[in-house]
Antibody, heavy 116, light 107 residues
Framework: EVQLVESGGGLIQPGGSLRLSCAAS????????MSWVRQAPGKGLEWVSV???????HYADSVKGRFTISRDNSKNTLFLQMNTLRAEDTAVYYC??????????WGQGTLVTVSS | EIVMTQSPATLSVSPGERATLSCTAS??????LAWYQQKPGQAPRVLIY???TRATGIPARFSGSGSGTEFTLTISSLQSEDFAVYYC?????????FGQGTKVEIK
């Protein structure tokens, strides 16, 4: 059974850093592309970043230069390093497994709140 | 960036009735469009991909159609568990973009 479990969210002050993790089971992450998608409170879905099976990455303009996506194949875990956080980064962050560019499995999400 | 616009924002439907949700892309996305359902406090769940292919386990009352810039999700006979928010997503070009969502509520 495929499962994705995010962790690492919490309350952080503006300008701070946070690292999110997404532990995968039931499949080998390095054979799929994986994305982070976020959802601000009461708002819609926003794609944040993707890492392909070959390791290439893409970022939304809103996070480029501040966020870094990576994965540890040995631990089958996806990461999102978030630096210089802003209030507008407040959201539930989901990791999602790509299947030919749409997403077939999603984690339950982890809440990041950026506030002083 | 391709902008996805969904209408209506809210759709009030009685159980057993048909619901038709629209999604318009600011430029052609060919057939690279998916639909997701999200219930409160839950992650999104894929319903339809490649415009009209139902994902595994999705009931036949859900169907998708369209091409280019105009797309439709139809729920033929609404069940109680179908009241939720629905999002379309284009994956033709990066960045992938989602519509703002259509909330299907009980009339």
């Amino acid at each position: 059974e495929v499962q994705l479990v995010e962790s690492g969210g919490g309350l952080i002050q503006p300008g701070g850093s946070l690292r999110l993790s997404c532990a995968a089971s039931g499949f080998a992450m390095n054979y799929n592309y994986m994305s982070w998608v976020r959802q601000a409170p009461g708002k819609g879905l926003e794609w944040v970043s993707v890492i392909y099976s070959g390791g290439n990455t893409h970022y939304a303009d809103s996070v480029k230069g501040r966020f870094t996506i990576s994965r540890d194949n040995s631990k089958n875990t996806l990461f999102l390093q978030m630096n210089t956080l802003r209030a507008e980064d407040t959201a539930v962050y989901y990791c999602a497994r790509g299947n030919s560019a749409w997403y077939d499995y999603w984690g339950q999400g982890t809440l990041v709140t950026v506030s002083s | 960036e391709i902008v996805m616009t969904q209408s209506p924002a809210t759709l009030s439907v009685s159980p057993g009735e048909r619901a038709t949700l629209s999604c318009t892309a600011s430029q052609s996305v060919s057939s690279t469009l998916a639909w997701y359902q999200q219930k409160p406090g839950q992650a999104p769940r894929v319903l339809i991909y490649d415009v009209s292919t139902r994902a595994t386990g999705i009931p036949a009352r859900f169907s998708g159609s369209g091409s280019g810039t105009e797309f439709t999700l139809t729920i033929s006979s609404l069940q109680s568990e179908d009241f939720a928010v629905y999002y379309c997503q284009q994956y033709n070009k990066w960045p992938q973009t989602f519509g703002q969502g259509t909330k299907v509520e009980i009339k």
